[in-house]
């Protein structure tokens, strides 16, 4: 009974959302951020529907992806994204490389405009795919996970990094290898959780992690 009526949060390319991949919601401040990804005549980039009224309606939205992937089927696959500052970083995969490849995006939150798009790791030998990208933060701490396989092998791997404002690390991380699919990841005072699905015992998996949280304050 307290709900409001729904809005509509997507639609601002002119197109239509891609069908079957899941989409993200942030709230900061007054502002609530809908990630998801779109589709206009196949162009399936990632775009972000904006509410600066806290929900009560979403008046506009802007495009977080500078891929221009077009593919005339749904990939299954959606974003994920967080806000640190003024930045919204937004992580998905696409095949606009011929290959499947996560890739990490920066917007702008106040002038609602993307500066970059990046694929999250360099060239590595025998892999054949990339996918299911989940990013999480606390402070300016952010992480990144993702499933890949490389020479026919599962593997689970993290991008992390205490202050993201220096910038991400080339070092990965390896969770874990063989029987992986998809993850999921969040971050506490110092602790990092990732969580996915193990194809062969068909059970869910947990590893926790621990990192020094960078102090940016003035005051010590």
């Not at 089927?73 to 490849?101: E, K, Q, W």
């Not at 890739?103 to 694929?119: A, E, I």
């Not at 795919?129 to 396989?149: E, K, M």
Request: aromatic letters at 8%.
């Amino acid at each position: 009974n307290t709900f409001q009526i729904d809005h509509k949060a997507s639609g601002w390319s002119g197109g239509l959302i891609c069908d079957c991949c899941p989409g993200t919601i942030l709230h900061n401040g007054n502002s609530v951020h809908m990630v998801y990804r779109d589709n206009l005549n196949n162009d399936r980039v990632i775009w972000d529907g904006v509410s600066t009224n806290n929900g009560a309606n979403f008046a506009g939205g802007f495009l977080v992806d500078q891929t221009a992937w077009n593919v005339n089927m749904c990939p299954g696959s959606g974003p994920d994204a967080v806000i640190i500052g003024d930045t919204l970083y937004t992580t998905f995969f696409n095949s606009v490389t011929g290959t499947a490849r996560v890739y990490l995006s920066r917007s702008s939150v106040s002038n609602q405009t993307c500066s970059s798009t990046n694929l999250l790791t360099g060239n590595i030998t025998g892999l054949s795919s990339q996918n299911y990208p989940r990013i999480a933060s606390f402070g300016n701490a952010l992480a990144v996970c993702w499933t890949q396989n490389v020479s026919g092998n599962d593997q689970l791997m993290m991008r992390f990094t205490n202050n993201i404002l220096n910038g991400l690390p080339i070092s990965l991380d390896t969770i874990d290898l063989g029987n992986v699919t998809n993850c999921d990841v969040i971050l506490s005072n110092g602790k990092i959780f990732v969580v996915w699905e193990d194809d062969n015992s068909g059970t869910i998996k947990c590893r926790t992690g621990t990192f020094i949280p960078d102090n940016t304050s003035v005051n010590s």
